[in-house]
Protein backbone atom coordinates (compact mmCIF):
# COMPACT_ATOMS: atom_id res chain seq x y z
CA UNK A 1 0.00 0.00 0.00
CA UNK A 2 1.42 3.23 -1.16
CA UNK A 3 -0.14 6.60 -0.30
CA UNK A 4 -0.01 9.75 -1.80
CA UNK A 5 0.53 13.30 -0.93
CA UNK A 6 0.60 16.18 -3.25
CA UNK A 7 1.66 19.69 -2.47
CA UNK A 8 3.17 22.94 -3.86
CA UNK A 9 0.02 24.11 -5.80
CA UNK A 10 -1.06 27.44 -6.33
CA UNK A 11 -2.00 30.46 -8.36
CA UNK A 12 0.53 32.09 -10.36
CA UNK A 13 0.96 34.35 -13.49
CA UNK A 14 1.60 33.21 -16.91
CA UNK A 15 5.57 32.85 -16.87
CA UNK A 16 6.31 32.12 -13.61
CA UNK A 17 7.00 28.71 -12.06
CA UNK A 18 5.91 26.36 -9.49
CA UNK A 19 7.48 23.09 -7.58
CA UNK A 20 5.15 20.29 -6.75
CA UNK A 21 5.83 17.88 -4.57
CA UNK A 22 4.26 14.23 -3.80
CA UNK A 23 5.25 12.76 -0.56
CA UNK A 24 4.92 9.07 -0.39
CA UNK A 25 4.11 6.41 2.47
CA UNK A 26 5.89 2.99 2.33
CA UNK A 27 9.21 1.51 2.71
CA UNK A 28 8.65 0.73 -1.66
CA UNK A 29 8.51 4.19 -3.19
CA UNK A 30 11.76 3.28 -4.96
CA UNK A 31 10.05 0.24 -6.49
CA UNK A 32 7.40 1.81 -8.45
CA UNK A 33 7.21 3.86 -11.41
CA UNK A 34 5.54 7.57 -10.74
CA UNK A 35 3.92 9.98 -12.75
CA UNK A 36 2.34 13.21 -12.93
CA UNK A 37 -0.98 13.82 -14.77
CA UNK A 38 -3.79 16.47 -14.64
CA UNK A 39 -7.12 17.27 -15.29
CA UNK A 40 -8.00 20.97 -16.51
CA UNK A 41 -11.42 22.58 -16.64
CA UNK A 42 -13.85 20.72 -18.90
CA UNK A 43 -10.75 17.86 -19.95
CA UNK A 44 -10.26 14.82 -19.43
CA UNK A 45 -7.11 14.00 -17.34
CA UNK A 46 -3.71 13.14 -19.21
CA UNK A 47 -0.73 12.24 -18.30
CA UNK A 48 2.25 15.26 -18.15
CA UNK A 49 5.05 13.04 -17.37
CA UNK A 50 6.63 9.87 -15.46
CA UNK A 51 9.87 8.99 -14.11
CA UNK A 52 10.73 4.97 -13.76
CA UNK A 53 11.84 4.02 -10.80
CA UNK A 54 15.51 5.33 -10.51
CA UNK A 55 14.87 8.18 -12.78
CA UNK A 56 16.32 6.12 -15.87
CA UNK A 57 13.17 6.75 -18.17
CA UNK A 58 11.81 9.62 -18.56
CA UNK A 59 7.99 10.36 -20.41
CA UNK A 60 6.91 13.88 -20.95
CA UNK A 61 3.83 15.09 -22.65
CA UNK A 62 4.65 17.63 -25.77
CA UNK A 63 2.48 20.29 -24.47
CA UNK A 64 5.43 20.33 -21.23
CA UNK A 65 8.16 19.30 -23.26
CA UNK A 66 11.28 22.06 -22.45
CA UNK A 67 9.20 23.74 -19.33
CA UNK A 68 8.57 20.66 -16.99
CA UNK A 69 10.75 18.74 -15.13
CA UNK A 70 10.14 15.38 -13.14
CA UNK A 71 12.28 14.59 -10.39
CA UNK A 72 12.26 11.94 -7.49
CA UNK A 73 14.12 11.63 -4.54
CA UNK A 74 13.96 7.90 -3.39
CA UNK A 75 15.60 8.39 -0.31
CA UNK A 76 13.03 10.50 1.11
CA UNK A 77 9.86 9.06 -0.93
CA UNK A 78 9.37 12.31 -2.65
CA UNK A 79 8.83 12.96 -6.22
CA UNK A 80 8.83 16.30 -7.68
CA UNK A 81 7.63 18.42 -10.83
CA UNK A 82 9.59 21.35 -11.83
CA UNK A 83 6.61 23.87 -13.43
CA UNK A 84 8.32 26.77 -15.26
CA UNK A 85 7.12 29.15 -18.05
CA UNK A 86 3.85 28.61 -17.12
CA UNK A 87 0.68 28.75 -19.29
CA UNK A 88 -3.08 29.55 -18.53
CA UNK A 89 -3.67 26.22 -20.21
CA UNK A 90 -1.65 24.24 -17.39
CA UNK A 91 -4.38 25.49 -15.33
CA UNK A 92 -5.58 21.89 -13.70
CA UNK A 93 -5.29 19.62 -10.51
CA UNK A 94 -2.27 18.02 -10.89
CA UNK A 95 -2.30 14.37 -9.73
CA UNK A 96 0.43 12.21 -8.30
CA UNK A 97 0.82 8.34 -8.89
CA UNK A 98 2.52 4.99 -8.61
CA UNK A 99 2.67 2.03 -10.54
CA UNK A 100 4.45 -0.83 -11.84
CA UNK A 101 4.81 -0.07 -15.78
CA UNK A 102 6.69 2.67 -17.00
CA UNK A 103 3.54 4.00 -18.68
CA UNK A 104 1.33 7.21 -20.02
CA UNK A 105 -1.77 4.89 -19.45
CA UNK A 106 -3.64 5.49 -16.03
CA UNK A 107 -4.94 2.57 -15.69
CA UNK A 108 -1.86 1.05 -15.17
CA UNK A 109 -1.34 2.82 -12.06
CA UNK A 110 -2.63 1.72 -8.69
CA UNK A 111 -2.21 4.15 -6.14
CA UNK A 112 -3.22 8.25 -6.60
CA UNK A 113 -3.00 11.49 -4.35
CA UNK A 114 -5.88 13.95 -3.48
CA UNK A 115 -4.65 16.37 -5.68
CA UNK A 116 -3.46 19.86 -5.86
CA UNK A 117 -4.78 22.79 -7.59
CA UNK A 118 -2.27 24.93 -10.36
CA UNK A 119 -4.09 28.05 -11.55
CA UNK A 120 -2.29 30.21 -13.97
CA UNK A 121 -3.22 33.54 -14.54
CA UNK A 122 -2.79 35.54 -17.84
Known amino acids: QVQLVESGGGLVQAGGSLRLSCAAS????????MGWFRQGPGKEREAVAVSSWNGGSIYYADSVKGRFTISRDNAKNTLFLQMNSLKPEDTAVYYCAAGRSFTKWQSEYDYWGQGTQVTVSS
Open 26 to 33: GRTFSSYT
